[in-house]
């Protein structure tokens, strides 16, 4: 897909202040710091959109971007961020919850996980819960680059077998692995 246009249109603290044009979005969701950000970049081809940082548990807020003034990226924050209260932790979960539970315009959900750790407990939790919700979705393994391919193909083989008959895709938003392939499966809802 060509990109015209990408911008930031608001960090939402809470629902009331989610978008209101009924574009169609993707959710990008998955544990803190697995690379959310770098991979809306990436897909974006932007260096700076996104904000990423070294650092977990940055994202605190629901980021709409809009993207040819046709849909829009929604990057959701990280779950299980440790450091952070558990009142903030409560906080960022009760907005996902109301965002995934309640948006008519979600289109599908990007799972992002990181292929060298491959799906925790919480990002099996959080698959589920997308499966008993009915939202479609598919499962990004981010950082493919730093596993040889046997290791990235065992990460692969492990995450399918838990997500029976939904894509999962390696993704490296430095190598540029994967790119085209998930912008194949975002433009069947587009």
């Given at each position: 897909?060509?990109?015209?246009?990408?911008?930031?249109?608001?960090?939402?603290?809470?629902?009331?202040?989610?978008?209101?044009?009924?574009?169609?979005?993707?959710?990008?969701?998955?544990?803190?710091?697995?690379?959310?950000?770098?991979?809306?970049?990436?897909?974006?081809?932007?260096?700076?959109?996104?904000?990423?940082?070294?650092?977990?548990?940055?994202?605190?807020?629901?980021?709409?971007?809009?993207?040819?003034?046709?849909?829009?990226?929604?990057?959701?924050?990280?779950?299980?961020?440790?450091?952070?209260?558990?009142?903030?932790?409560?906080?960022?979960?009760?907005?996902?919850?109301?965002?995934?539970?309640?948006?008519?315009?979600?289109?599908?959900?990007?799972?992002?996980?990181?292929?060298?750790?491959?799906?925790?407990?919480?990002?099996?939790?959080?698959?589920?819960?997308?499966?008993?919700?009915?939202?479609?979705?598919?499962?990004?393994?981010?950082?493919?680059?730093?596993?040889?391919?046997?290791?990235?193909?065992?990460?692969?083989k492990h995450t399918e077998s838990l997500v029976s008959g939904v894509p999962v895709l390696a993704y490296s938003s430095t190598k540029g692995i994967g790119h085209n392939q998930v912008w194949l499966?975002?433009?069947?809802?587009?």
């Amino acid at each position: 897909m060509k990109i015209f246009s990408a911008k930031l249109v608001c960090s939402a603290p809470e629902s009331s202040q989610f978008p209101r044009d009924n574009l169609p979005e993707f959710a990008f969701i998955g544990r803190s710091n697995v690379g959310k950000s770098s991979l809306i970049n990436s897909l974006l081809k932007q260096r700076h959109l996104a904000r990423t940082s070294s650092t977990p548990g940055r994202t605190r807020l629901i980021n709409f971007f809009r993207i040819n003034e046709n849909f829009y990226f929604v990057d959701c924050p990280g779950y299980g961020y440790s450091k952070a209260s558990k009142i903030l932790r409560r906080s960022w979960s009760h907005l996902i919850d109301q965002y995934l539970e309640e948006r008519k315009q979600l289109c599908s959900c990007v799972v992002i996980i990181d292929s060298r750790i491959g799906p925790t407990p919480l990002d099996v939790g959080t698959i589920k819960w997308l499966q008993q919700l009915l939202i479609p979705f598919f499962v990004v393994l981010t950082k493919a680059d730093k596993l040889n391919r046997s290791e990235l193909q065992k990460s692969l083989k492990h995450t399918e077998s838990l997500v029976s008959g939904v894509p999962v895709l390696a993704y490296s938003s430095t190598k540029g692995i994967g790119h085209n392939q998930v912008w194949l499966l975002l433009n069947n809802y587009v």
